[in-house]
């Protein structure tokens, strides 16, 4: 249904993120200067590397849920289906749609009509 569409959607806004901006091979990419900085057995949530990239190095999907199962089951326990079927009745009750004159409107309703007419009948 629309609903995988959703998911689809989200899904790809996370390969636009890692795609879209090429493959950086630098040194600060790979955070040469944070193992250096963190002792072994340490964590690098605090390191400055951490600090300096941790705002721009994730792309937070929309339909995923990165909470702790107790805030989950809090907040209605919803999973990825349920929340793209909100998604979905959200983004078709804001729907507003594109400025369209009369006889352009006219045209589409007629061209559609005739492509209908000339398709075998079918379930849709």
Same mark, same amino acid.
């Given at each position: 249904?629309?609903?995988?569409?959703?998911?689809?959607?989200?899904?790809?806004?996370?390969?636009?993120k890692?795609?879209?901006?090429?493959?950086?091979?630098?040194?600060?990419?790979?955070a040469?200067?944070?193992?250096e900085?963190?002792?072994?057995?340490g964590?690098?949530?605090?390191?400055?590397?951490?600090?300096?990239?941790?705002?721009?190095?994730?792309?937070?999907p929309?339909?995923?849920?990165?909470?702790?199962?107790? #805030?989950?089951e809090? =907040?209605?326990?919803?999973?990825?289906?349920? $929340?793209?079927? *909100?998604?979905?009745? %959200?983004?078709?009750?804001?729907?507003?749609?594109?400025?369209?004159?009369? #006889?352009?409107?006219? =045209?589409?309703?007629?061209?559609?009509?005739? $492509?209908?007419s *000339?398709?075998?009948? %079918?379930?849709y």
């Open positions: 249904g629309f609903e995988k569409l959703v998911m689809d959607a989200d899904r790809l806004g996370s390969y636009q890692i795609l879209g901006q090429g493959l950086d091979m630098s040194k600060d990419a790979f040469e200067d944070a193992y900085e963190v002792a072994p057995g964590h690098f949530l605090g390191s400055a590397h951490t600090m300096r990239n941790y705002q721009t190095a994730f792309y937070e929309a339909l995923s849920n990165s909470e702790n199962v107790e #805030s989950w809090e =907040a209605g326990s919803k999973d990825m289906r349920v $929340r793209a079927h *909100e998604r979905w009745n %959200a983004m078709l009750e804001s729907y507003v749609p594109p400025p369209m004159d009369d #006889s352009t409107r006219a =045209a589409l309703q007629d061209y559609v009509a005739r $492509r209908k *000339e398709l075998p009948d %079918a379930w």
